[in-house]
Structures are given as structure tokens and as C-alpha cells.
């Protein structure tokens, strides 16, 4: 009985306060800008007002135009499933869950892309072939990251690996950890979330034929992989599981809150790069994990 | 009834197959499936109960005794074997049916049969001459079957490609087994691991066994081969042929001691055949050439499991190396299963639109939707992606190479490098085949062809179902699979018998199982509530743009172009281009091909060199026969010269 209800709480968590993290970023971005900006819980509304909404649909769709984003957004809740909450730990723990996670993102990215084609728009096209591209170098960036914890914490399961600090190299992958965020949650540099000009940007033109309903899940689905990102961000840099239940809760809600209010300050005081800088990023991303791997490595043995 | 005489009767099944092959397609096809279906019981057989089955005859062919082994490393094989061999012979009979190929419809039956005898026979052949003989067979039933079609000049020009390749890897093999019985004193095969002068032969084998495989700079005739044979053919190719030389490395790894650096360099191998083979395969155009870089790129996947293994059994680490050997393996079987499936749903696109170029097809789902969605399954679980089976084997790869990183050792030089490029592999192959099912089963069709298309009947949809359930039934429940794995796992190393299933395996399966099941829910929620008051339809919004054309699209070579620009080092894509000019142009045309680099970059000017040289020699032949005479002279002179300077 108590599992069960711990679930629905963790289930609860991810499904009701992911679409909070927009909102902050945006109160951010407003704030810095010196505008009143859109209430914080504006992206609920739009989640509401999409899902009493009809829908059109390209004369080309076929039905993988609905299945993708419902696919899509169950692979990024169960990956989120899979990491532990701080204090609340993880339901499901084992083993290589780790892989999992990454490969589970590698789906919702797939039934994405897939959606993207269904209606043969060539911006859709445009954004599909640059999303599955760059997603090559942000996937090489975790995976490092991804090893450099688990050389230090000699495991290969999620709750065993988040649990300490990432210790020296610990800056090197927040900030490697942090431009792969960036990256695959649509925001500057990489992608600008507020243009409508479907040319410039990669995640936002993947979903410019959905309406309605389905349209409510992709922007559902983009707020849990973004809680997603920075809660394993936080986990993995700072102590969460070795701290006491208030202080882990308190340094896991604070972590989350800082990563949101950067995003939102590098929104504000950054441009979009260009497309060719783009993999110039993400390869320095990639760098900066490889060098925390190196020192896990090499610290170790030393 | 026991392994023998199930193999029996499969032999018989296949020898009666031979008979109808001509004259009673029916009768054929019934007893092939007979065949495979019984040489299937017999390799679950011996998969399940762990045991070998062995026998031994008196019979003598080329002078040595007959002698059959099945053990858990050749079952492995065979089973995989059989499901796609029953699985071809069914399409073949709608794919390749009598009416359109009246004379080598049944020639194709014949060389089939033989195949997949020869096939069977290089598995259970426990002899060094009698698996060389097997081994050649087997090559030139290939060869046939890929020339079926042999009116065409592609055709044929593949055909003598894989016919030269596989003959330098057969020269390697010869090389191998005559050194192996002159330091043995007989041909007999099995386990001689404490024999430690036989570990440079490994070399030899690595050679031999590789060209079959496609392993990357020898998989030049690889990519020819599977685009211009009938798909039922590059079925079997792709997902059982070019395994036998997998098959090759898996044997003789475990049989024979290795050179110390052996399980380095086949993990080398391995990497970098999967990563290349990627990149290879998203500069593609046509689609079955593309499926067969994707060849390469998994056997790459796989030999990064078996290297681990080797380098596991250099570090006496069972526990690791176990794990990688069974998803090197695994990966074999699903494979196996994921590949013949594209290609045989290639085959269907290429039977309804008659052209494998992807720029010409577009938007098939909607007249081909089993070939789309059974393809789209197929595309899901070569990507690696769960709850599929690639997602299984890659999975226990990356735990082996995960926990050499944290054993102490040299392992971890290897493993990270290893682990990052896997990462890299299939995020790249996620590319790909989002790539192909976008353009050539969504959007609008981009030609005629493509328009008329027509789903293909029941004996070609029957057997690409009975593939997609494979994937499925390993993805949903690879527990079930562990012990099949273990025991090849125990017969590759007699001392690796007590590794117990990753206890994650179990959670593995039911969090397939709850991921599916939900995602079916969601679809069917989504769907229902976005149907709810019935749906507007209307044209693609193209930014305001009133009148777009299916030309408009995105096509195969803008969509890889990010990718393959990363990887024009090695690619070296050639472009023609016509620029619009002037204020009303007249034409525009860009045409961008990616040639096989090794092939003509490497191997074609040595093969120049080597005819210039070969030029040089042929002046010396010009049919005067007096000069031929004052050749022989000069040799005699020679000779003699020689014997009596240095005679004694």
C-alpha cells in the first residue's frame, strides 16, 4: 500500500509540477527583460485549453501522427520514472536502468521525428533531420557523463550512481551536463523557443502541423524533459542521496530552481548561435564531460 | 526424439526439397519448411537441455571420417538458420513467383535448398577438410543466387565482386586449416586450447572469417551483393550468410587459443565497423544498399561483444566477459531477425514501386500499411530502441563493457572509448532509419511509381509477421532466451558454465512489457480524444506557401546531409551540381552519390597497379616460337648454373 502510494506521489511529481519549469524560466526571462511577462503557471492553461481542443490534421498524416507524440511522451515519463527523487529514492532500481533511461530518450526522439515526416513538410523535415543530428553529439555528451559516474561510484544503476557528489570533475559535468540540457530542450543557444520563424529552429518546427490534444502532450512530454534533465543534473553533481531527508529535499528543490533560473538568465543575455556553431557547442560539451571522465579516471587511480 | 534424429529428418526434408524444386513449387516449399522447422526443434533441443550432440561415422569423403557436432555455439547458429531460411522460402514463393521469373524462379528454389544445406552442414561439420569443402559450397550457392537475376549488368558485376572477395577469404581459410592439421596431425576439430603454437593461426582465421562478414575495410563486396540480389536472397545474406563468418571468429576463438591482442583488435574491428558502417549507410540513396551498410554496422555491434570476450578470457574475468559473449550473440539472433525483416519488407516496396531508390518513393503507408508498419518495427529494433530486441542485446554489451570499466585492468582503455562510440552508433542509426521510413513510407510520393503502388499478399506479409514477432517476443521477454545464451556461452568456454542471468534481465522484461502496454493505452487515449468530434483535415501547412509539391519534400540525401558532412573525410560524396542562373534560369540539378571509398579508393587502383605490372610480364608471351625456345635455353642454363654452383 505504501509503495503504491509512493508511486502516485512520484508519479504526481513528474506529471503535475513539470509544466511549473516553463513557467519559471519565462517569469525569468520577463523579469530580466523588465516586463511583467506571462503568470507562471501559464503553460496549465495552454495544457487545458489544447486538450478541449479539436484537432487538423494533414491531409498526408497517417495514425503514427497521434501514436508518436502519446509514444513519445510515455518514453520520457517512464525514463523519469527511472531516476530517483532525492529523498524519495527510486521505485525501480537495477542494474543498467541507466542505459535504459538514455535509450528511452533515444524513443521519444524517434516517434518525434517520425511524427515530423508524417505530414512531408519540408521545414518539419528540416527540423526532424537537425533534431536526430545533433542529438549524435548530445547522446556521446551523457554517455560520458553517464561514465564518468559510474567509474566513481563503480555501478552501473541509477540510485547508486546520483548518490554522491561527482567530485572533482564535479564543474566540469554540470557544465557539460548543463549545454546538453540546453540542447535537447530547445532553449538558447541552440534553439529559441519564442520565434516563429520555422527556418531557424530545430524542436520547436518538428511540431508545426500538431494541434490539439496531441500538441498538449508534446508540450507536456518537453516540460517532463526538462525536469527530467535538471533533476539528473543536480543528482549527479551534488550529494543528494547522502544528505539527510529535509536537506536532500531542500538541495534537490534548490538545485532544480537554480538550473531554471540559469536557463532563463542564458535566455536572456545570449543570442541563437548559428547552425554551423551548433555541433561546435555541443563537441565542447562532449569535451567537458570527457575531461570530468578523465579526472574520475585518473583521480582514482591516483 | 533427440537431436540426431531430428537432424535427420531435416536433412531428408531439405534432399526431398531438392526434388521439387523444378516441377512442384508446393511440394518444395512444404518440405522445406518441414526441414527447417525440424533442424529448428533439434537446435532448441540442444540449447535447452545444455547437452551436444556428437556423432561420429566410418564414411569416409576425401578420406577422412565423417564427423557432426551441434553444441551450443553451432545450435545458436542453426536456429537462426532455420527461421530465416523457412521464412525466405514462403516470400520467395510470391516475391520471386514463376509467372514473372519463369526460368529462374525454380532455379532459385534449387539453389535455395542447397543453401541452406550447405549452410547447415558448415555448422555441424566437426572437420577441417569437410568444413572447407562446406564452406565452399556454401560461397558458390551464394554466388548463384545473388546472380539470379543475371540478365542485368549490376547484377553480374556484383556477383563476380562477392565471387572474387569470398575466394581471397577462402584462400585465407585453406592457408588456415592445412597449417592447423600439419601442427595438429589430423584434421579433427575441437577444443586444443593448451596447443599455444596454434595462436598465431588465429590471424589466418580472423582474415578469412572476417571477408564473409563484412568486418569494415574487407566488406567491400558486401554493399553490391545485398542491393542487386532478390531481397529473400539479401535476407538470408545479411541475416544468416554473412553470420557464418561471425560464426568462423565465435568457433575457432573458443577452440583455439588467441593471440594476446586478438580480443583487442576484433573489438577495434568491432567499433570501428559499427561506426563507419553507420555513416556509410546514411550517405545511401538506394535502400537495400543501405540496409546492407547497416550490415556492417551490426556486426560491428556484435564483434564489440565477442572482442570483450576475448580480452575477458585474457583477464580470466568470467563474469564480464560472459555478459558481452551473450549480447555479441544475442545480437546475432536479432539481427538475424531485424535485418531479414527490412529487407524483406524492402522487398515488398522494391515488388510494388520497382525502384529502390528512395527519392522516387514517398507516402506508402497509405496503400502499403502492413509493409510500412512491420518495416517501422523493424526500423525501431535495429535502432536499438526498447521495447524491441536490439535494445536487449545492446543492452548486455554495454553491461559487460560497463563492468570492465570498473574492474581494475587494462579493460578500461578499450571500454570507454567503446561505450561512447556504441552510444554514438546507434543514436546514428536512429538517424538513418528515422531517415528511411520518413521518406519512403510518409510525406507525399515523390513519382508515379510510388503512387500505384500495392500491398503485397499474404505469403510475403506471413513470413515478415512471423520476423516481427521474433523481435518482439525477445524484446518482451529476453529471460526466457537466457539460457539458450548460456549455453553457447558455456560451449564457447568450457569453464564459463556457472555464470548466473543478470538478475536485471527479469525487470528488463516486465518494464518492456508495462512500457508497451502503456504506450499502446496512451496511443488509443490520444487517439480517441483527438477523435472526439471527428477531425478537420487539411494540406500541410508550409509556412504560408499555397501550393506545395510532393517535390518540395525533404528528401533522403538533405536529411542525412548534416551527418554525412561530418563524415566526408571518409565518405568523400561526389556532387554535381547545375546552379540556377540568369534571371529565368533553365535548368537546376544537384546529384550527390556515395561511392564504396574502399572499394575504389583502395583495393581498384591496387588492382591497377597490379594489372600494369601483370602488363609489363605479358610482353614476354607474344606466340614467336622460337623465343619460347631460347626461353627454355636460358632456364635450362640456368638450372643448371644453380645445381652446380650450389648443388651439393
Known sequence: MISILEFLARLAVWLVLAPLLPGIINKVKAWVAGRRGPPVLQLYYDLARLWRKGVVLSTLASPGFIAGPAVAWVAVLAAALLLPLGPLGTSLSFRGDVILLVYLLALARFCTAWAALETGSAFEGMGAAREVSYAVLAEAAVITAVLTLSLQTRSVSLSAMLAPSAGTGAVLLAVGLFTVLLAENCRVPFDDPNTHLELTMIHAVLVLDHSGPPLAAILHGAAMKLLLFSVLLVQAVLPVGELPLVAAAGALIGGVLVVTVAVGLVESFLARYAFRRVPLLLTTAFLLCVFALLIAWKGGAA | MTPGLLLATSACGILLSLTGAF?????????SLVSTLTALAAAAWVLATGGAWEWRSAFLIGGEGVHLRLDGVSALFLALLAVVGGAGAAYSREYWADPAHPASARLGRWWWSTLLLCMGLLLLCSNGLHFLIAWELFALCAYFLITLDGQRREVRAAGWLYLAASHAGTLALFAFFSLLAARTGSWDLGPMREQANLAPLFWLALFGFGVKGGVFPLHIWLPSAHANAPSHVSAILSGVAIKMGIYGIVRFSGWLPVPPAAGWLVTTLGVVSAVLGVAFALGQHDLKRLLAYHSVENIGIILMGVGFAMVATAHGQAAWGALALAGGLLHVWNHGLFKSLLFLGAGSVLHATGTREMSRLGGLWRVMPWTASLFALGAAAISGLPPLNGFVSEWLVYLGMFDALNQPGAAVVVAIPAIVLLAMTGALALACFVKVCGVVFLGASRSPAAGHAHECGPWMRGPMLVLAAGCVAIGLAPF????????????????????PAPESLTTL?????????????????????????????AGTWDCGYAAPTARMQYTAGSFASIITEW????????????????????RAAFEEHTPETVLERVIQPCARLVMWLSGGARRLQHGRTHAYILYLILGLAAVAVLTLAWGR
Open chain 2, 480 to 499: 526466457v532466451f537466457w539460457p539458450a545464451l548460456h549455453t553457447a556461452v558455456a560451449a564457447w568456454r568450457g569453464t564459463w558454465t556457472d555464470v
Open chain 2, 509 to 537: 522484461g516486465l518494464f518492456h512489457v508495462a512500457l508497451a502496454a502503456l504506450a499502446a493505452v496512451a496511443a488509443a487515449w490520444l487517439w480517441r480524444r483527438a477523435h472526439r468530434g471527428g477531425w478537420a483535415r
Open chain 2, 567 to 586: 563524415f566526408a573525410w571518409i565518405l568523400r560524396p561526389e556532387r554535381h551540381a547545375h546552379r540556377p542562373e540568369e534571371a529565368f534560369p533553365r
Open chain 2, 23 to 31: 516441377r512442384a513449387p508446393r511440394w518444395w516449399l512444404a518440405t
